[in-house]
């Protein structure tokens, strides 16, 4: 299925009858089946054999693909299970919801079903998205696609190791601080996190309301670019969506990129000693392909960077105790039957909220002490004046250049276990994604090489709020280059 990788080339196969949505679903549904990497926790084997079903009647009567009034028609693709699907399970990774069937649809899911794709299933993740390397899912940790002792990034795992190993054409995850961008740097693939606002959160089970994003994970950018056209817009369930006009990306594809013109900023900041020596010389390497194509570097400052991940572990876990403090067994929640046996509310609560894995207990009890009484404005309300003080940084750079570039994470994928019984060490990974989201400004992770043991190196690209437009396409002129070295250092003629 490698050389169906691209929703263009399974539409061309479509048209030329030389593939059917029914069996291009069937072949995928094999393919997670013998999957033992734990990318998948629930198959939605009706659902997709029922949408494949109709539109292999669609491609009988019509002939062709609807690409203009279903781009996604027949495109078979996973879903992070932290978003809701009517009558499909949704546990979040988590004990505490582990039966939990919502009777809703998020809108993105409905806007993405509605647009011809076929759902697969729900995907793995850190437990409530909490996480940088898919170890805290209460149902197992997700395998890297090509280096099995090694993690795939979090919170998003599941979305990014099912795009890399073929067991979706794409996949759509969440980014609160780096939960898109992480995964897809660490397997290969290419991770969008729109800007806060362009895509409706309506359905997304809250970690930190001001921070969570829906985002894409995909072979390509120009697949990225296709499902977040369709998943962005107005959504008048969600009262945080923007008031910004729909924009068609495709045509960020439709004409070569003027790099002459072109200003790419590069933070000081971004690459210090903290930086792995293999990650730094790919970032590098890409910079230097900016500047051979005629774009100009141009050194910005982001000084408040340094305070950013102390920021976001202050304002996250405020917003965390909040969203979930409603998981008490009431209304929501599991509630087993020795908490029902209990005397007392407090007891209650306590066997109710022990079903949260260790994580997720850390984080609420972090929020919930930096929202307290005498601490508030110490913590919480002071996180809050540092985050303005990173948007202001970003929007002076942002006067001077077109995009910023730097590496996703300070390092490669790291073994399972290696990080686990330090946490600081783990929430360190997120130290240069964080300050996007802090700012809520579209970024992405895009494949720019490979690291030590041949792990996937990502770069980050980051665009001024609300310009996807000239982020995507940067990103995919950059792709499509350096899929033109790659085959040419085979020595295979285009």
């Known amino acids: 299925m490698n050389s169906l990788s691209t929703i263009e080339k399974i539409h061309d196969a479509y ?71 009517d009558g499909v399970k949704t546990t979040c990774a988590s004990k505490m919801l582990e039966n939990y069937i919502p009777p809703y649809t998020a809108s993105s899911l409905l806007k993405m079903e509605q647009a011809g794709a076929i759902t697969l299933g729900k995907l793995n993740m850190d437990e409530f998205a909490m996480g940088s390397s898919n170890e805290n899912s209460a149902f197992g940790p997700v395998k890297h696609p090509t280096h099995p002792e090694y993690v795939p990034g979090g919170s998003s795992g599941g979305s990014a190791a099912a795009v890399k190993a073929g067991l979706c054409v794409a996949s759509l995850g969440t980014d609160t601080g780096g939960s898109i961008r992480l995964p897809a740097s660490f397997c290969g693939v290419v991770g969008i996190k729109p800007t806060y606002g362009r895509v409706s959160r309506y359905g997304l089970v809250a970690f930190a309301s001001s921070l969570d994003q829906i985002g894409t994970l995909s072979q390509s950018v120009e697949d990225g670019a296709k499902i977040l056209q369709v998943i962005s817009g107005k959504d008048e369930k969600d009262s945080t969506m923007a008031l910004e006009p729909p924009i068609d990306f495709s045509n960020c594809f439709n004409s070569s990129m003027d790099w002459s013109k072109l200003k790419v900023g590069v933070p000081k900041e971004y ?59 009431v209304r929501y929640g599991l509630r087993s039957s020795q908490a029902e046996s209990n005397n007392s509310l407090i007891d209650f609560y306590k066997s109710v909220r022990s079903h949260f894995g260790e994580e997720v207990k ?67 990974q997120d130290i240069l994604t964080i300050p996007a989201s802090l700012a809520g400004l579209p970024a992405m992770s895009i494949p720019c090489g490979k690291g030590d043991e041949g792990l996937p190196v990502g770069m980050q690209l980051i665009g001024k709020a609300f310009d996807e437009k000239t982020l995507l396409s940067v990103a995919h002129g950059f792709e499509q280059d350096q899929a033109g070295l790659a085959v040419a250092e085979k020595g295979v003629c285009l």
């Open 15 to 85: 048209d030329e009858k030389k593939l059917s949505p029914l069996e291009l679903t069937k072949k995928y549904l094999q393919e997670i089946n013998k999957d033992s990497d734990g990318s998948y926790l629930h198959i939605c084997e009706k659902r997709a054999l029922d949408q494949a079903d109709q539109f292999e009647k669609v491609m009988q009567k019509e002939g062709k693909v609807p690409r203009q009034s279903q781009p996604l028609f027949g495109i078979p693709f996973g879903i992070k299970d932290v978003l809701v699907l």
């Open 271 to 329: 690459f210090n000693e903290g930086l792995s020596e293999d990650v730094k010389k790919s970032v590098e390497n890409a910079l230097s392909w900016f500047e051979s194509k005629g774009a100009q570097l141009v050194e910005v400052s982001l000084p408040h960077t340094q305070y950013a991940v102390s920021c976001y572990y202050l304002v996250a876990v405020s917003e965390a105790s909040s969203n979930l403090a409603r998981f008490d067994g």
């Open 362 to 428: 850390r984080r609420i009890i972090l929020g919930t002490f930096a929202l307290s009484s005498g601490y508030y404005d110490a913590y919480y309300k002071k996180a809050c004046q540092v985050r303005r003080l990173i948007q202001n940084d970003f929007l002076k750079a942002f006067e001077k250049v077109d995009v910023i570039a730097s590496a996703v994470a300070p390092t490669t994928a790291f073994k399972r276990g290696e990080k686990t019984s330090d946490p600081l060490q783990m929430y360190l």
